[in-house]
């Protein structure tokens, strides 16, 4: 495959990296005299919705411009670039995506096209506190009429305090379902959570909601194939974000490496920092490949092919495994400055720590990776040479 840049990817990213920096240069918001005032996350949101990013990869139909899945990941990477609060891969990429993709005219006009337009914001809640696998969910949903009682809880939901709808997977007698759940629906409950890294998140709790069927995603017999979309197109996700957040961490580094002198010398020049920089440059170039590889074979639409989940779970295991060490490369080389509040960097260590563990470590996704292998090699007999 060409791993360059098509001339739309490369026009998309150019015009976030210019929004965000703008929004950065800016500096600080004053305090607002208005308390019904927007904060600077919602203005960071608006500035993308007004400028078409939001919508650009949803169909014409709902208002955007036809873009796919390699269009989304350049405008991931920027955000992962700018360690940007943006909900976009929640709300547009699996939110807004998987509605478009999956659900009815009625709910594409329901929720689908004003998520393109920024007007509200999506979400997905697929970890929960007692299993580490989103495809088989702890939730649960039982019949109820013509309709559906969904109970239990999700963790880690990301913007959940500002979304106007999440996707929820939870396990009924058949299979999978994933439920289109509004924060104001009887019995759901949002509470916030701390994140290391300061991000919005919340936990969800479900206590017997009643929904009916026209808050189901794909159907009744649709649910595992929408719950995999997710996951997959989540998993290349975090990979887009993580390539975004090393290549600049180590952008920061470098550039300290060349001017923090010591001995009378750039440290940058001691072969001990030059080789931990190398191999951290070998590391951010592995992450960029293997999330291009699997973002591609995503967007080509073989579902079900053996070669997709094991280009995800590589990508996954490089944004993983390299991101633990270039992180890690990078607070070290920067010494105490490194873990100062103040300096730039803390931020990107915290966001590559917290996309290491998204959706799956390093270990999860070598297991997923033997799953494959060993479903793909014949077993041998006793007449295999």
């Not at 950065?24 to 960071?44: I, K, L, S």
């Not at 996309?355 to 270990?363: D, H, K, P, S």
């Amino acid at each position: 495959m060409d791993f360059s840049l098509s001339e739309a990817q490369a026009e998309l990213a150019g015009l976030v990296r210019k929004i965000l920096a703008d929004r950065d240069a800016a500096g600080p918001d004053p305090v607002a005299p208005n308390a019904d005032a927007p904060n600077p996350r919602e203005r960071q949101w608006a500035d993308l919705a007004s400028a078409g990013v939001l919508a650009a990869a949803l169909p014409e139909a709902l208002g955007g411009a036809g873009l796919g899945l390699l269009e989304q990941c350049s405008v991931l990477t920027e955000l992962g670039r700018a360690v940007s609060p943006a909900p976009y891969l929640a709300s547009i990429v699996l939110g807004a995506g998987a509605i478009a993709e999956f659900g009815s005219p009625v709910q594409q006009r329901r929720w689908a096209g004003p998520a393109g337009d920024g007007s509200i914001v999506l979400t997905v809640a697929l970890a929960e506190e007692d299993g580490d696998d989103p495809s088989s969910p702890s939730a649960r949903a039982e019949r109820d009429g013509a309709g559906w009682r969904v109970s239990g809880v999700k963790t880690v939901v990301p913007a959940a305090a500002r979304a106007g709808l999440m996707l929820v997977p939870a396990s009924a007698a058949d299979g999978v379902l994933v439920f289109l759940v509004e924060p104001s629906d009887d019995g759901v409950t949002v509470q916030p959570q701390a994140l290391t890294d300061g991000a919005d998140a919340g936990r969800l709790v479900l206590d017997g909601v009643a929904l009916g069927r026209d808050r189901v995603l794909g159907g009744a017999s649709g649910g595992a194939e929408v719950t995999d979309w997710l996951v997959s197109r989540g998993t290349v996700g975090v990979c887009a974000m993580q390539a975004g957040v090393l290549e600049r961490a180590l952008e920061l580094t470098a550039e300290y490496a060349r001017s923090r002198e010591q001995f009378g010398r750039p440290i940058g020049s001691f072969q001990a920092v030059a080789q931990r920089l190398a191999d951290a440059y070998i590391d951010v170039e592995a992450v960029r490949l293997t999330m291009w590889q699997a973002a591609w074979l995503l967007a080509a639409g073989r579902p079900g092919d053996p070669e997709v989940g094991a280009a995800i779970a590589s990508a996954k295991f490089w944004a993983a495994d390299a991101g633990h060490r270039v992180a890690h490369t990078a607070v070290h080389v920067h010494g105490g400055t490194g873990i100062d509040t103040s300096y730039p960097l803390h931020r990107y260590f915290l966001a590559a720590k917290r996309a290491e563990f998204t959706l799956g470590g390093a270990t999860a996704q070598l297991l997923r990776l033997g799953d494959v292998l060993a479903r793909e090699t014949p077993a041998c007999s006793d007449e295999t040479p």
